[in-house]
């Protein structure tokens, strides 16, 4: 509708990424592996850190996507926080664990300096901590959302699953004036908005280090 707006995300280049794949139609050349990148217009950023502010930040969003062997694309964008999809549980006759059916998502809407580019940095498993990382330092300045900088990076980090690379991000003061003037004026701009971002599923929706205890007698946790 007119209240839509899609965005490009500002995306990380995983091993199994097809824009690392020269035979792949999305493929990027020049990109590398832990590179961050716009996966619309294909801009490779590297590794960073480069600032950016927040002109809006949405509540924890879960999407449930079809599975690789079916095609792959989102069977369900607006899964309810409370639905058992969101769930890790545990088969009550072998006790074997399984992951949530759907991926929990934390999305910002940022500005990049010096462009001023608007872009959706979106956050999914491992990358939860750093989303809940965010949000404490914004609360933490007990100021408008709009009026803070942030520093974003990204580091390579490994678990029991492999190599991967995560973002980082740390604060950066303010912005001046003339750029607050922009940045208020975005914030309520994309007011009552829904934001379109486009999902994919990853290899890295789920990892080992991300899977909660879980209780032998078939409870489930919520993410």
């Known amino acids: ?52 502010a927040i002109v809006r930040s949405d509540p924890p969003r879960y999407v449930e996507f079809n599975p690789r062997e079916e095609g792959g694309g989102v069977r369900d964008f607006n899964v309810p926080a409370n639905d058992t999809r969101t769930r ?30 608007v872009i959706a940095l979106s956050f999914k498993s491992t990358g939860l901590k750093v989303a809940r990382q965010l949000n404490s330092l914004i609360k933490l300045r007990n100021a408008p959302i709009w009026a803070g900088k942030y520093t974003v990076a990204s580091t390579m980090t490994q678990n029991a699953l492999g190599k991967f690379a995560v973002y ?18 975005l ?20 990892v080992a280090d991300d ?9 489930t946790g919520e993410m």
């Not at 139609?25 to 950016?52: C, H, Q, S, W």
């Not at 003061?173 to 208020?184: E, K, N, S, Y």
């Not at 899977?211 to 409870?219: F, H, K, S």
């Open 1 to 52: 509708t007119k209240d839509d707006v899609q965005l490009p995300r500002l995306a990380l280049a995983q091993a199994l990424s097809p824009q690392l794949d020269p035979d792949h139609a999305n493929y990027i050349d020049g990109l590398k592996l832990g590179d961050m990148f716009n996966d619309l217009t294909g801009a490779v950023y590297g590794r960073g850190p480069f600032e950016f």
């Open 168 to 185: 980082q991000v740390k604060n950066a003061g303010w912005v001046d004036a003339v750029t607050g003037t922009f940045t208020h004026e």
């Open 187 to 206: 914030f309520n701009g994309l007011k009552g908005k829904t934001l379109v971002i486009e999902r994919e599923p990853g290899e890295d929706d789920v």
């Open 88 to 117: 890790f549980s545990t088969d009550p006759e072998t006790g074997e664990c399984h992951k949530p059916v759907a991926t929990q998502f934390y999305d910002f809407v940022v500005v990049l300096f010096p462009s001023r580019e």
């Open 211 to 219: 899977m909660p205890a879980i209780d032998p007698v078939g409870t």
